[in-house]
T-cell receptor, first 113, second 117 residues
Framework: DAKTTQPPSMDCAEGRAANLPCNHSTISGNEYVYWYRQIHSQGPQYIIH???NNETNEMASLIITEDRKSSTLILPHATLRDTAVYYCIVRVYGSGNTGKLIFGQGTTLQVKP | DVKVTQSSRYLVKRTGEKVFLECVQDMDHENMFWYRQDPGLGLRLIYFSYDVKMKEKGDIPEGYSVSREKKERFSLILESASTNQTSMYLCASTSGGQWGLSIDTQYFGPGTRLTVL
């Protein structure tokens, strides 16, 4: 199973872009990179996922390097409500291809006014 | 709007009690999951189910059992609660059958914070 490495914490000024890095050097060709976040006392929330192309949705952008060994989640204009733990996850195929997600320690993003 | 609900946000039980945690999803999802989350350990998978009456052990199934009698409901059972089962329990669901390439997102419930005294 591919594992991910993230910095434990980051700060970002409100209104600025937050760039959260993730290393996944052992990722396999058919594994996707997912990002979730967890706001305090809530369940995790899906943000975005990608295979090898850059992706963008209403919440964030995902930039994956050409060798796929690392990626960056970008929140273009961070707000105080974006303060959360952000998890970078590489999706593995467990028994019966049920898509078990392995959550690491994540990055605690603190958005400051 | 998709929704995963859990029966309680906070629960306090005594050692040795039988504990039921209920999870219901309204998205007609095939797959459902139970995780526990502990400080410094992240989320760990306890059990999952890819169909009614089907279940698979996750990474830490010891001390737990599950039940999936209806597609929308997945129950986690602590047969005899112990203090080391004090944790945040999270339920999740996702679409996709057992043999499909299920790359859909997992939707999580709000969590149940269980304290075993």
């Amino acid at each position: 199973d591919a594992k991910t490495t993230q910095p434990p914490s980051m700060d970002c000024a409100e209104g600025r872009a937050a760039n959260l890095p993730c290393n996944h050097s052992t990722i396999s060709g058919n594994e996707y990179v997912y990002w979730y976040r967890q706001i305090h006392s809530q369940g995790p929330q899906y943000i975005i996922h990608g295979l090898k192309n850059n992706e963008t949705n209403e919440m964030a952008s995902l930039i994956i390097t050409e060798d796929r060994k690392s990626s960056t989640l970008i929140l273009p204009h961070a707000t105080l409500r974006d303060t959360a733990v952000y998890y970078c996850i590489v999706r593995v195929y467990g028994s019966g291809n049920t898509g078990k997600l392995i959550f690491g320690q994540g990055t605690t993003l603190q958005v400051k006014p | 709007d998709v929704k995963v609900t859990q029966s309680s946000r906070y629960l306090v039980k005594r050692t040795g009690e039988k504990v039921f945690l209920e999870c219901v999803q309204d998205m007609d999802h095939e797959n459902m999951f139970w995780y526990r989350q502990d400080p410094g350990l992240g989320l760990r998978l306890i059990y999952f189910s890819y169909d009614v009456k089907m279940k698979e052990k996750g990474d830490i199934p010891e001390g737990y059992s599950v039940s999936r009698e209806k597609k929308e409901r997945f129950s986690l059972i602590l047969e005899s609660a112990s203090t080391n089962q004090t944790s945040m329990y999270l339920c999740a669901s996702t679409s996709g059958g057992q043999w499909g390439l299920s790359i859909d997102t997992q939707y999580f419930g709000p969590g149940t914070r269980l304290t075993v005294l």
